[in-house]
């Protein structure tokens, strides 16, 4: 069993930046695509971008391409994402997500998921 946790969220202004964390712990998911979903208050779960399991290869809803970068560390198990020249739209609680295939906005359909970190964008 894997548990993925993240660090990182907290409460910053726009234009500013943020870093987050997953680490997972349990077994190794070194071949396993990471990536990263979030919810707004109020509205459905949104993409924001994965990394194979390689990290040579990214993915990312349009909206955030230039301002969130996804990398990942195998060796600590850990993947990030790097959000920059942040929104107050971009407020919302954020989820990694772990799957050997694909990585979905629905918590069940990926072989893991977080507990998630909130993200507090101020105007």
């Known amino acids: 069993q894997v548990q993925l946790a993240e660090s990182g969220g907290g409460l910053v202004q726009a234009g500013g930046s943020l870093r987050l964390s997953c680490a997972a712990s349990g077994r190794a998911v070194s071949n396993y695509v990471m990536g990263w979903v979030r919810q707004a208050p109020g509205k459905e779960r949104e993409f924001v971008a994965a990394?194979?399991?390689?990290?040579?290869?990214?993915y990312y809803a349009d909206s955030k391409k230039g301002r969130f970068t996804i990398s990942r560390d195998n060796a600590k198990n850990t993947v990030y994402l790097q959000m920059n020249s942040l929104k107050p739209e971009d407020t919302a609680v954020y989820y990694c997500?772990?799957?050997?295939?694909?990585?979905?906005?629905?918590?069940?359909?990926?072989?893991?998921w977080g507990q998630g970190t909130q993200v507090t964008v101020s105007s």
């Open positions: 990394i194979s399991w390689r990290g040579d290869t990214t």
């Open positions: 997500a772990a799957d050997p295939r694909r990585i979905t906005t629905r918590a069940h359909d990926n072989a893991y």
